[in-house]
């Protein structure tokens, strides 16, 4: 259930917005969402949502927020083509605006300049965010292992992680599962190729550094969007 707000003044980013499934003590729920009572408050002021990856803990939670708070969504090709179904089913395909972003493609949303970074993790096209505002640069890194053999063949991305290091970063916001683990994560193996195809998507925005936004089948062992990832104790909603 992750789900993290970011403000500057009177602008404010959501980073994820997930859900879990119920504890064994929590008879009679179905599904957990983060509280949006603060983003509800400050609905005027929350400019758009920002997803790292596809997983249900990422973005499952995503109705609940958009029925309140209209705003658009960012997210690469692939969590997109997951967010196109939630959106159809809950009735809000035509009122949410979907807005494609790929890695080291920066864009702008009121005072924050934001690059995705490619990571690898369970599921392809997910990428961590380096964030850039008025008081540093922010990393969120979302849910990801380092594989050296990723399933779509598109490797981590550490040269850019590494050139933020170098310029320095303001506040890591990182991943956690199995840290405490000696060893690791073993990779997913190859892919089925029928597997990586996604059904077309519905017309949609691309972001563009010259563009600043408006303010307002089977499952693979890979591609999987169950509550697996990370939650981060950083990654909870105000």
Same mark, same amino acid.
């Given at each position: 259930?992750?789900?993290?707000?970011?403000?500057?003044?009177?602008?404010?980013?959501?980073?994820?917005?997930?859900?879990?499934?119920?504890?064994?003590?929590?008879?009679?729920?179905?599904?957990?969402?983060?509280?949006?009572?603060?983003?509800?408050?400050?609905?005027?002021?929350?400019?758009?949502?920002?997803?790292?990856?596809?997983?249900?803990?990422?973005?499952?939670?995503?109705?609940?927020?958009?029925?309140?708070?209209?705003?658009?969504?960012?997210?690469?090709?692939?969590?997109?083509?997951?967010?196109?179904?939630?959106?159809?089913?809950?009735?809000?395909?035509?009122?949410?605006?979907?807005?494609?972003?790929?890695?080291?493609?920066?864009?702008?949303?009121?005072?924050?300049?934001?690059?995705?970074?490619?990571?690898?993790?369970?599921?392809?096209?997910?990428?961590?965010?380096?964030?850039?505002?008025?008081?540093?640069?922010?990393?969120?890194?979302?849910?990801?292992?380092?594989?050296?053999?990723?399933?779509?063949?598109?490797?981590?991305?550490?040269?850019?992680?590494?050139?933020?290091?170098?310029?320095?970063?303001?506040?890591?916001?990182?991943? *956690?599962?199995?840290?405490? %683990? #000696?060893?690791?994560? /073993? $990779?997913?193996? @190859?892919?089925?190729? &029928? +597997?990586?195809?996604? *059904?077309?998507?519905?017309? %949609? #925005?691309?972001?563009? /550094? $010259?563009?600043? @936004?408006?303010?307002? &089948? +089977?499952?693979?062992?890979?591609?999987?969007?169950?509550?697996?990832?990370?939650?981060?104790?950083?990654?909870?909603?105000?």
């Amino acid at each position: 259930m992750n789900c993290l707000a970011l403000r500057w003044e009177d602008d404010i980013i959501v980073i994820d917005a997930g859900l879990m499934f119920p504890e064994s003590e929590l008879l009679g729920v179905d599904i957990v969402v983060p509280d949006i009572s603060y983003l509800i408050e400050n609905r005027a002021h929350v400019r758009a949502i920002i997803l790292t990856h596809g997983h249900e803990d990422h973005i499952g939670g995503l109705p609940w927020i958009l029925s309140e708070i209209k705003v658009p969504v960012y997210a690469t090709e692939f969590t997109l083509a997951y967010v196109d179904g939630k959106l159809e089913e809950h009735k809000l395909t035509d009122l949410i605006e979907l807005i494609e972003i790929e890695p080291k493609v920066k864009f702008t949303i009121g005072p924050f300049t934001i690059e995705p970074i490619r990571v690898t993790h369970s599921l392809v096209d997910c990428v961590a965010l380096a964030i850039e505002t008025p008081v540093g640069v922010v990393i969120h890194t979302g849910d990801f292992k380092i594989d050296l053999s990723p399933p779509d063949g598109k490797p981590f991305d550490l040269h850019t992680f590494a050139e933020y290091g170098k310029r320095g970063v303001l506040a890591l916001l990182q991943d *956690s599962t199995n840290v405490e %683990r #000696s060893g690791y994560t /073993p $990779a997913n193996g @190859p892919s089925n190729p &029928a +597997s990586t195809k996604s *059904s077309p998507a519905p017309k %949609r #925005s691309s972001s563009s /550094p $010259a563009s600043p @936004p408006p303010s307002t &089948a +089977s499952a693979s062992p890979w591609n999987w969007p169950g509550p697996t990832a990370a939650r981060s104790p950083s990654s909870a909603a105000p």
